[in-house]
């Protein structure tokens, strides 16, 4: 059974950080490109940051910079540092595992989401 968890929200100061994690269970981690995304209040999800199989990374604009994406292979997980958080990155963030086959076929697997509040 494959299992995404996700951790390390909570309520932060603006300018604060958090580091969320991102543990995975039932795959084979090291194949899968790791993507967070989020979903604040009446908003559409949207991708903020990926890593991909090789370590390469990919952010959003609006994160570049204070955002960090990670994984550890040996322990099939995916981090993310946030850093100079704002107001508006409050959201739910999820972790997602996307393995490609090729010819269009994909495997994807969601986490079940954190919270994340930034608020003074």
């Known amino acids: 059974q494959v299992q995404l968890m996700e951790s390390g929200g909570g309520l932060v100061q603006p300018g604060g950080s958090l580091r969320l994690s991102c543990a995975s269970s039932g795959i084979a981690f090291n194949h899968f490109q790791m993507n967070w995304f989020r979903q604040g209040p009446k908003k559409q999800r949207e991708l903020v940051a990926s890593?991909?199989?090789?370590?390469?990374?990919d952010y959003v604009d609006f994160v570049e910079g204070r955002f960090t994406v990670s994984r550890d292979n040996a322990k099939n997980t995916v981090y993310l540092q946030m850093n100079s958080l704002k107001p508006e990155d409050t959201a739910v963030y999820y972790c997602?595992?996307?393995?490609?086959?090729?010819?269009?076929?994909?495997?994807?697997?969601w986490g079940q989401g954190t919270q994340v509040t930034v608020s003074s």
């Open positions: 997602q595992a996307v393995r490609d086959y090729g010819r269009n076929v994909y495997e994807r697997h």
């Open positions: 890593i991909n199989k090789d370590d390469s990374t």
